[in-house]
């Protein structure tokens, strides 16, 4: 298994642009996360999903938009990049089946707006 | 929501020393404690984690234990190595609403050889 997978690995934005960072995962979860890591500080969750088609905001989803149209993957768009989301993003995934609970996370993407 | 503090914010031992790092809660709800270790541009993997069914465990050199009625839980690194240096993340959850993981800001640990 690849695990949870991102990618681009780095991207430098300018104010304004969009993208989307890809995030997909191979073991079957149904739970998938978005976070953001800013230098120095803990994760923030961004959005989360349960399942296909089901999507929830978490901390700090302003400026950021999700979907899940497959159990896989868990696309996050960023529109119109702004200076304060340069930070590494982080996709993780759980299952609960089983009595499970860990997070397994992506190796990140670096993002940098300017 | 939950609110997670984590303490210290950073941390030097010498080799061969114990570290602990400790972490509080404010939501008597949540009932899973995972301990995240973060090497510099790596991910978080996870190094241990404790239910609140349980008051302590432990794994070769690293322990966590757990307190629910003051709300708090502690990470104990036994005969550091300088591996162990890393920035080691505490997270509570209750499993419910998405299984949504609150993060402390995180532990700089330096094991000084």
């Known amino acids: 298994n690849a695990g949870v997978t991102q990618t681009p690995k780095f991207r430098i934005l300018k104010i304004g642009q969009s993208m989307t960072l890809q995030c997909a995962q191979d073991?079957?979860?149904?739970?998938m996360y978005w976070y953001r890591q800013d230098p120095g500080m803990g994760l923030k969750l961004i959005y989360y999903s349960v399942g296909a088609g089901i999507t929830d905001k978490g901390e700090v989803p302003n400026g950021y938009n999700v979907s899940r149209s497959t159990t896989e993957d868990f696309p996050l768009r960023l529109e119109l990049a702004a200076p304060s989301q340069t930070s590494v993003y982080f996709c993780?995934?759980?299952?609960?089946?089983?009595?499970?609970?860990?997070?397994?996370f992506g190796p990140g993407t670096r993002l940098t707006v300017t | 929501g939950e609110n997670v503090e984590q303490h210290p914010s950073t941390l030097s031992v010498q080799e061969g020393d114990s570290a602990v790092i400790k972490c509080t809660y404010s939501?008597?709800?949540?009932?899973?404690f995972p301990w995240y270790k973060q090497e510099l541009g790596k991910r978080p993997q996870l190094i241990i984690d404790?239910?609140?069914?349980?008051g302590e465990k432990k794994d070769q050199r690293i322990a966590v234990t757990l307190n629910k009625t003051a709300k708090h839980f502690s990470l104990h690194i036994t005969e550091t190595q300088p591996e162990d240096s890393a920035v080691y993340f505490c997270a509570a959850t209750t499993r419910g609403t998405g299984n949504q993981f609150y993060f402390g800001t995180g532990t700089s640990l330096t094991v000084i050889p």
């Open positions: 073991m079957n979860h149904n739970y």
């Open positions: 404790i239910r609140s069914n349980v």
């Open positions: 993780a995934s759980s299952s609960l089946a089983g009595g499970g609970y860990e997070q397994y």
């Open positions: 939501d008597s709800a949540s009932n899973y």
